[in-house]
């Protein structure tokens, strides 16, 4: 009679997530995995044919994570593209692994990724709705306006990223908003 399995492919999963928040995605390994388990590596071959397959978990976690991070985030603003800035933005301040895994890696044809845009925008449409949003206050061009507000939020989010950006979020809304009314002109 077999051994009763003592990990799932959940808490495999899970460590791989937590590992990937702390040292980053290329940082998973079969042993540094199994450490962070707390098991052999035995039971992750068990479960999962190779790494790759792993990984693809993982990323599937992290989008549901940034997901959950910005349904959880203050949304108070009425200036359009602010919340979904500031949202970005932190997440890039505080998971700044998690943020080069979903909006830095770089996209091969084989892999089941997301593009920026639809992790942004989310199950939600939080993109869309945006957009309907600037465009309800008499923006015209409300898809250039986007792209010129998504420029200088993504480009916010990569200095964050490298340390170069430590704006409290006061500051970092009076940006986004100066952004809005300078792109937009109104």
Request: one cysteine or more.
């Amino acid at each position: 009679m077999p051994r009763k399995a003592t990990i799932t492919q959940k808490e495999i999963v899970g460590a791989a997530f937590r590992l990937t928040r702390k040292e980053g995605f290329e940082a998973i390994t079969s042993r540094k995995l199994a450490a962070a388990a707390g098991c052999s590596t035995q039971p992750i071959f068990r479960i999962y044919e190779g790494m790759a397959d792993l990984k693809k978990d993982v990323y599937t976690k992290a989008v549901e994570f940034y997901e959950e991070f910005y349904d959880a985030a203050d949304k108070s603003h009425d200036v359009p593209f602010v919340d979904l800035g500031l949202c970005y933005i932190n997440f890039a301040q505080r998971n700044p692994h998690l943020f080069r895994l979903l909006f830095l890696s770089e996209k091969s044809e084989e892999e089941e990724v997301k593009s920026m845009y639809d992790l942004v925008n989310g199950e939600g449409g939080h993109i869309a709705a945006e957009i309907s949003k600037a465009q309800a206050m008499g923006a015209d061009n409300v898809q250039h306006l986007f792209m010129q507000m998504w420029i200088f939020i993504h480009g916010a989010a990569c200095m964050a990223v490298s340390g170069d950006y430590d704006l409290a979020d006061a500051d970092t809304v009076s940006l986004l908003t100066a952004a809005y009314h300078s792109f937009s002109g109104v």
